[in-house]
């Protein structure tokens, strides 16, 4: 009995740490497909982060870490989709990863408004593949919505195991997308991400300035200021996630240092345009003032 209960006892440590090893350990000996919603993945990851997902470093680059986790002998299909004329991303650099690029143009439009079919050129391709290569036993799909529920599902009925890499802060609140999936990963975490918390309050000054300097060049234009795209440049300026920057502007409301106002254009049309308030000009005049008496 005793033998029998110190087999029992490493047979359960063994599988308990099975259960808790990397992954690595239980990846599919078969071909591998792989799918990036990176028209999707890119934006959620520059927006909460500020983390281009083709980083510089190897350890934190999205193709590099797939490519390591499923290996080059493996994978039969490597494609991402986007909107890549929007997308700060070389295609070249992409291509040199061997990664299959699939441009799929969107509606032009910034934030929310922002609409493509990649994700509906992605499903499309991931079912022809199915009937292209039947040797492909794994597919893995790389998103941080759950636009890929049906496909995922699908795939599962037709015996394939599904692997899927998200984003847990972005994923729908509605359904658990992780239970259409043999193995699930949070990109947070496969990508190693760092939250920072931004002091925004440091970026006050910069800001009014920056949008007094908008106005004294374009004040008399027919261009009128979105906060779609003043979000973009202080994304850009500061080095601060786009939803940083978002409440960025929502703190300058608040104080009441910037409003919206009606502005007339030449062509007859009213558009609604951010611009500094009374509070907001006394603000930014002793600031650039003191910037004058120093230089």
Same mark, same amino acid.
């Given at each position: ?39 999707? &993945? ?17 350890? #934190? ?13 493996? &994978? ?19 291509? *040199? ?6 441009? &799929?143009?969107?509606?032009? *439009?910034?934030?929310?408004?922002? #609409? ?43 015996? #394939? ?117 009374? #509070? ?12 004058? &008496?120093? *230089?």
């Amino acid at each position: 009995m005793e033998m029998k209960d110190q087999i029992n006892d490493q047979f359960i440590k063994k599988l308990d740490a099975l259960l808790h090893s990397n992954y690595d350990a239980n990846l599919p000996d078969d071909n591998v497909a792989i799918f990036v919603d990176y028209d999707n &993945v890119y934006w959620t990851l520059m927006n909460r982060y500020n983390h281009n997902p083709n980083h510089e470093e190897k350890s #934190k680059n999205l193709f590099q870490c797939l490519w390591e986790r499923y290996g080059q002998d493996r &994978v039969r299909t490597f494609r991402a989709y986007a909107d890549f004329q929007r997308i700060r991303s070389s295609l070249t650099d992409l291509q *040199k990863q061997r990664i299959q690029i699939k441009h &799929v143009y969107s509606n032009d *439009k910034d934030g929310d408004s922002r #609409k493509n079919s990649s994700d509906i050129e992605l499903c499309i391709d991931a079912i022809e593949s199915t009937f292209k290569d039947e040797s492909i036993s794994c597919y893995v799909f790389v998103t941080a919505d759950s636009d890929m529920v049906p496909i995922m599902s699908r795939l599962m009925y037709k015996g #394939k195991q599904v692997h899927l890499f998200y984003l847990s802060e972005a994923a729908p609140k509605h359904t658990d997308i992780t239970n259409y999936s043999h193995h699930s990963e949070d990109l947070g975490n496969f990508l190693k991400l760092e939250e920072q918390e931004y002091e925004l309050d440091a970026y006050v000054e910069q800001s009014l300035q920056f949008i007094d300097e908008w106005e004294k060049k374009y004040g008399d234009s027919d261009l009128y200021l979105g906060a779609p795209w003043l979000r973009n440049q202080y994304s850009l300026k500061f080095s601060i996630p786009a939803n940083s920057a978002s409440e960025l502007i929502d703190l300058l409301k608040v104080r009441k240092l910037i409003g919206t106002i009606n502005k007339d254009l030449s062509t007859g049309e009213v558009k609604p345009s951010l611009a500094l308030t009374e #509070k907001g000009r006394n603000t930014v005049t002793p600031f650039v003032e003191s910037v004058s &008496v120093r *230089k």
